[in-house]
T-cell receptor, first 113, second 114 residues
Framework: DAGVIQSPRHEVTEMGQEVTLRCKPI?????LFWYRQTMMRGLELLIYFNNNVPIDDSGMPEDRFSAKMPNASFSTLKIQPSEPRDSAVYFC???????????FGNGTRLTVT | AQTVTQSQPEMSVQEAETVTLSCTYD???????LFWYKQPPSRQMILVIRQEAYKQQNATENRFSVNFQKAAKSFSLKISDSQLGDTAMYFC???????????FGEGTQLTVNP
């Protein structure tokens, strides 16, 4: 299996622009997570899906952030409009709703100037 | 809500020596799962070891082992015969049975010196 695939690996954009991050989970996994990592706040859970349904989005910072999972093999995290404070590494992870660990993608490093 | 605390922001160890990273957590659940992840400079998150709370025996994976103290809610990671490639950020993580989410600690930056 190719693992969790995220794209792009790096994204540099200007403040006010829309940013879309993409994730393909491991086939067969029924849970998908979006995490954000910063030096100040560490790893924060933004949102997670079970069977394509959003379960908990309490970690989404504000209305500028939205996430979708239209099918079992694809998810997006969108920021519109982006701000410099959104600069971080965004991880997607997938897993099963049991005791198995999460598998992480390589992350997208977002820089908003 | 569960919380995970790693009280050592940074640690260093000499190559071939042993080092222990600390982790404590807080939960009202009786059964749950604990993990250690490693994040090298490549930023990839790599699973190191996992422990199920209902198992009394401490998990071991080659040079990595844990000291799981359920009553104390402590879950430390011991790395034996440290290697330069062990240099990374290490995260302790908690997963309850009531959901599939992982809650992470703040991380400990480990540096292995030659």
């Amino acid at each position: 299996d190719a693992g969790v695939i995220q794209s792009p690996r790096h994204e540099v954009t200007e403040m006010g622009q829309e940013v879309t991050l993409r994730c393909k989970p491991i086939s067969g996994h029924n849970s998908l997570f979006w995490y954000r990592q910063t030096m100040m706040r560490g790893l924060e859970l933004l949102i997670y899906f079970n069977n394509n349904v959003p379960i908990d989005d309490s970690g989404m910072p504000e209305d500028r952030f939205s996430a979708k999972m239209p099918n079992a093999s694809f998810s997006t995290l969108k920021i519109q409009p982006s701000e410099p404070r959104d600069s971080a590494v965004y991880f997607c992870a997938s897993g099963l709703a049991d005791n198995s660990p999460l598998h992480f993608g390589n992350g997208t490093r977002l820089t908003v100037t | 809500a569960q919380t995970v605390t790693q009280s050592q922001p940074e640690m260093s160890v000499q190559e071939a020596e042993t080092v222990t990273l600390s982790c404590t957590y807080d939960t009202s659940e009786n059964n749950y799962y604990l993990f250690w992840y490693k994040q090298p400079p490549s930023r990839q998150m790599i699973l190191v070891i996992r422990q199920e709370a209902y198992k009394q025996q401490n998990a071991t994976e080659n040079r990595f082992s844990v000291n799981f103290q359920k009553a104390a809610k402590s879950f430390s990671l011991k790395i034996s015969d440290s290697q330069l490639g062990d240099t990374a950020m290490y995260f302790c993580a908690f997963k309850g049975t009531s959901g599939s989410r992982l809650t992470f600690g703040e991380g400990t930056q480990l540096t292995v010196n030659p």
